[in-house]
């Protein structure tokens, strides 16, 4: 009997976000629209340059799971935070929201936890500065045996592939997982971790349940354009997904193809679009819903998630999906 419907697997960061103009981003050396890592000085200078922050819990995966939450399914997350403000804040927060974050804060160490300051454009873009800090040092001690053993679903984050033991912790997960009968499958993060990772992402596209990537990400895997890349991929792999930055989403498992179509709307903050598309699809997989149900319940998670500042919903997602027919 599974413990959790769905377990996530990935770095637990407290997002700090800000409102800010492109002139601001060129003035701080900020690129626009994507994930930087970066080092505790710069992370410091940037954190200094914010006005009007808010804070809540993020990383990617732990977003999704998040959102799989606000559904209604037992989830629960594992990652790495110290005993500080912000780690307590992410723990305490987590577990509000309906998710068991099952590692305890560490004390000791000089390590803090993980920040992302995350500047949001006018035009709804994202700018992420990520400071992984005490996230880089998850581990495979850190993935419970009777958590990641006893997951119906299991998600997995492919930004832990940047340090050796996240990687460790990555592959334990995995393998417990399935050892016990459930479905592990991972987010290919982006085009760049993809790139620092290629060869280990085409051996898990063929080695885990399911891949979810945007077009970027499977053009970056397969390094051709992105019809071939997805023909690749569909034969190698038990189930991909595609979203393409509000045009249709390709979703292929075996012989069954959907490709479900995309009401664009112009974002307020694109911060979680992926996260909660990947929410929303998880559910239907979880669920029993066919490829286009599910498809169709992550486009509609997505585009609540940009109607708003945050990375998470602020909506009762099941009364969205029976709003659009897609639950009784």
């Not at 979703?251 to 992926?274: H, K, M, R, W, Y």
Request: charged share 20%; proline share 3%.
């Amino acid at each position: 009997m599974s413990k959790y419907q769905v377990v996530g697997i990935g770095n637990a960061v407290v997002d700090v976000i800000t409102q800010s103009d492109d002139a601001f981003l060129d003035l701080m050396g900020i690129q626009k629209g994507v994930m930087q890592l970066v080092e505790r000085e710069r992370g410091e200078l940037l954190y200094a340059g914010m006005k009007e922050r808010t804070q809540a819990p993020g990383g990617s995966v732990a977003n999704t799971i998040a959102g799989l939450g606000n559904l209604g399914l037992s989830t629960a997350f594992i990652g790495r935070v110290h005993d500080d403000a912000l780690g307590q804040f992410y723990a305490s927060e987590t577990q509000a929201g309906g998710t068991d974050f099952v590692n305890a804060p560490i004390t000791g160490g000089e390590l803090p936890t993980s920040r992302s300051m995350i500047f949001v454009s006018p035009d709804g873009e994202r700018s992420m500065n990520t400071y992984l800090g005490i996230s880089a040092e998850l581990g495979p001690d850190d993935v419970p045996t009777d958590v990641a053993g006893m997951a119906e679903l299991l998600f997995l984050e492919g930004y832990l592939y940047d340090k050796p033991k996240g990687k460790e912790a990555f592959e334990t997960a995995a393998r417990l997982c399935r050892q016990g009968g459930g479905k592990a499958g991972i987010a290919l993060s982006d085009p760049f971790c993809v790139e620092r990772h290629r060869d280990d992402f085409r051996r898990l596209v063929k080695e885990l349940d399911y891949v979810i990537g945007n077009e970027h990400e499977w053009q970056a895997l397969y390094q051709t354009d992105l019809s071939s890349a997805l023909e690749q991929a569909a034969a190698e792999s038990g189930l991909i997904v595609c979203t393409r930055s509000g045009q249709d989403v390709v979703l292929v498992q075996g012989n069954d193809e959907a490709v479900v179509p995309v009401t664009e709307i112009v974002p307020v903050d694109a911060t979680g679009a992926g996260d909660q598309f990947a929410a929303g699809f998880l559910y239907g997989i979880a669920t029993g819903q066919s490829l286009d149900v599910a498809g169709r319940m992550g486009c509609v998670s997505a585009a609540e998630v940009i109607g708003h500042f945050g990375a998470r919903p602020e909506t009762d997602m099941q009364e969205l999906f029976r709003q659009n027919g897609l639950i009784a």
